[in-house]
């Protein structure tokens, strides 16, 4: 099978698999991991923090990161589209009792002066303003890079508010990728972020988040309360070494495969390509095709190919490096004779 369903399908490199037999382990509860330690101490170092958490999953990093940030009955500013708010179970109001406060965005990007405009002023019928969330790259927009100028901008609306910034970076490594900007640059305009070992970078598991000391002690608390106190993880921690180490560089070639694989699709009569393709994600609108996204998409799996339904009429496809330049075409060629 052909695996375009997302970066999160790949399975570990031989080098990551051996990290993980050979890794040096302890009890991480007690700080005594050194691999897990070492993991934090070069996530940190790369972004340009004070420290970093290890944690199971981006979502639970940023779930960790409203905890933190907020108290309950705040409001926390977003994206009408981000992740945060579409695809982690409603967490933000259930966990941390926040309310989301959605700003519908251009390709993910809130417009400056709406997110002004959104921030609370002192009102006792209002609540507070605790967070700002940004989600570089975007998901729902189609792997879409938020530009740093951009970034920049809504960090000085968010200081001279003092409101706190949260990354939501769980392609970040792919925004750098497209973009040549170093993640720290990107991180700068933050005061906490998240980035997935797990999705383009090819670990099994597990996330990072990482901002200055103090939040990273009181995360660690939040990460316990969640369930989420490790024990000998250096086991996982190991591959996610191996991730920042060796798979950062080669995101490239992902974004060459999707960007092949939008223009060989959108010369295919009946068939749309709905985003700019930036990254390793492309959303493909089969409306003008006798068929629904998710006829499509069962059509494809009978031919050996996985995708998802986005929508009515969108299917998403995400390149990774289990996806070769050969499966790329041939997955053109499936799609040609299917609608052709």
């Not at 972004?47 to 970093?52: F, T």
């Not at 991180?187 to 200055?212: E, N």
């Not at 223009?263 to 295919?268: Q, R, S, T, V």
Request: include cysteine; aromatic fraction near 6%; charged fraction near 25%.
């Amino acid at each position: 099978m052909i695996d375009l369903r997302s970066d999160t399908v790949t399975k570990p490199t031989d080098a990551m698999r051996k990290a993980s037999y050979e890794a040096e382990v302890g009890d991480d509860v007690y700080g005594e991991d050194p691999t897990v330690n070492k993991l934090e101490e070069k996530a940190a170092e790369i972004l340009g923090k004070e420290a970093a958490l290890f944690v199971t999953s981006g979502t639970q990093g940023n779930q960790i990161a409203v905890l933190t940030h907020c108290q309950p009955g705040n409001e926390i500013i977003l994206e009408a589209n981000a992740h945060i708010f579409l695809y982690e179970g409603a967490a933000i109001s259930a966990f941390a009792g926040v309310q989301p406060r959605t700003i519908v965005g251009e390709r993910g990007a809130m417009d400056p002066e709406k997110v002004e405009s959104a921030i609370r002023t002192e009102d006792v019928h209002f609540p507070e303003t605790g967070l700002i969330c940004l989600e570089n790259t975007h998901n729902k927009a189609g792997g879409a890079v938020l530009p740093l100028e951009y970034m920049k901008k809504i960090y000085q609306i968010a200081q001279s508010h003092n409101v706190p910034v949260h990354l939501d970076g769980a392609r970040l490594f792919n925004a750098s990728a497209a973009t040549n900007i170093p993640v720290r640059e990107f991180a700068a305009y933050t005061d906490t972020v998240q980035f997935c070992l797990s999705k383009g970078l090819g670990a099994p598991v597990g996330s990072i988040i990482a901002g200055s000391k103090e939040f990273i002690h009181q995360a660690r608390k939040w990460r316990k309360r969640l369930g989420g106190g490790l024990r000998q993880a250096g086991v996982i921690a190991a591959p996610g070494l191996v991730a920042l180490e060796e798979m950062t560089e080669r995101l490239a070639k992902d974004h060459e495969h999707a960007k092949m694989l939008a223009e060989g699709l959108e010369n295919i009569d009946g068939i749309i390509i709905e985003n700019k393709v930036e990254t390793n994600i492309v959303l493909v609108n089969v409306e003008g095709t006798p068929y629904h996204s998710e006829s499509f998409v069962e059509m494809l799996k009978q031919e050996g190919i996985l995708s998802g339904s986005f929508g009515p009429h969108t299917i998403r496809f995400v390149t990774h490096f289990d996806v070769s330049r050969e499966e790329i075409k041939k997955t053109i060629e499936i799609i040609q004779k299917l609608v052709g």
